[in-house]
């Protein structure tokens, strides 16, 4: 094995072993709100306010849509979210979290903050790991791992950076040096084919 193919294994390992921290902390915040690992990426996802149908939710959250109406169907039965008409198409719902869902999301939120707290990394540490794991995230998109991706790295409005001017996004007119990246940007446009920038 070459250094820079161990170097990229003991990252791999890294990510994943921190993976199964924040998998086994998100597990516990889900028992104690009786709801499903599933449920709770629901919870999570919406507490954007953003309402959204089935299909693109279940795309989001790489799971199948029958797997996700399940888990939609459980948190509509604690009234933690509700089904609302589609008003671009009539004869499809759209699902939003209700007050009890808010609620239980911001518990959750308020619960893993000390858990997702680097604390004990720099601002500039932070902000380089963000944007190699914005890029590995992007190449598993284009490998076909991921489905959905709205970071930065992938959008349409991300200009380059050029010379000592930082990176840009054109369409709210910011910089966007590395501690500025998005994750999940709502005004994600998608570059078509996806390239990612660097
Ligand atoms: S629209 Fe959002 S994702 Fe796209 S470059 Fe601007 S901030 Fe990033």
């Known amino acids: 094995m070459t250094a820079d193919a161990d170097l990229e294994r003991r990252v791999l390992a890294a990510v994943e072993r921190l993976g199964r921290a924040l998998r086994a902390a998100r597990q516990d915040a889900a028992t104690r709100h009786q709801v499903s690992q599933l449920g709770l990426g629901v919870l999570e996802t919406l507490s954007d306010g953003v309402a959204r149908r089935i299909g693109d939710l279940a795309a989001e959250l790489d799971v199948s849509q029958p797997t996700l109406s399940e888990a939609v169907n459980a948190l509509q039965r604690r009234g933690l979210i509700a089904r609302t008409r589609d008003p671009l198409d009539m004869r499809s719902s759209r699902v939003s979290l209700t007050e009890d869902g808010?609620?239980?999301?911001?518990?959750?939120?308020?619960?893993?903050?000390?858990?997702?707290?680097?604390?004990?990394?720099?601002?500039?540490?932070?902000?380089?790991?963000?944007?190699?794991?914005?890029?590995?995230?992007?190449?598993?998109?284009?490998?076909?791992?991921?489905?959905?991706?709205?970071?930065?790295?992938?959008?349409?409005?991300?200009?380059?950076?050029?010379?000592?001017?930082?990176?840009?996004?054109?369409?709210?007119?910011?910089?966007?040096?590395?501690?500025?990246?998005?994750?999940?940007?709502?005004?994600?446009?998608?570059?078509?084919?996806?390239?990612?920038?660097?």
Do not use: F, Y
């Open 102 to 198: 808010r609620g239980v999301a911001a518990a959750v939120a308020a619960e893993l903050e000390p858990v997702l707290a680097a604390k004990d990394s720099s601002d500039a540490e932070l902000a380089t790991t963000l944007k190699v794991l914005l890029r590995e995230i992007a190449r598993l998109q284009t490998a076909g791992v991921i489905t959905v991706n709205r970071s930065c790295l992938t959008c349409h409005h991300h200009q380059p950076a050029a010379g000592r001017a930082p990176a840009r996004c054109l369409l709210l007119g910011v910089p966007l040096r590395d501690h500025d990246l998005r994750v999940d940007c709502p005004e994600h446009v998608e570059r078509t084919p996806v390239t990612v920038a660097r």
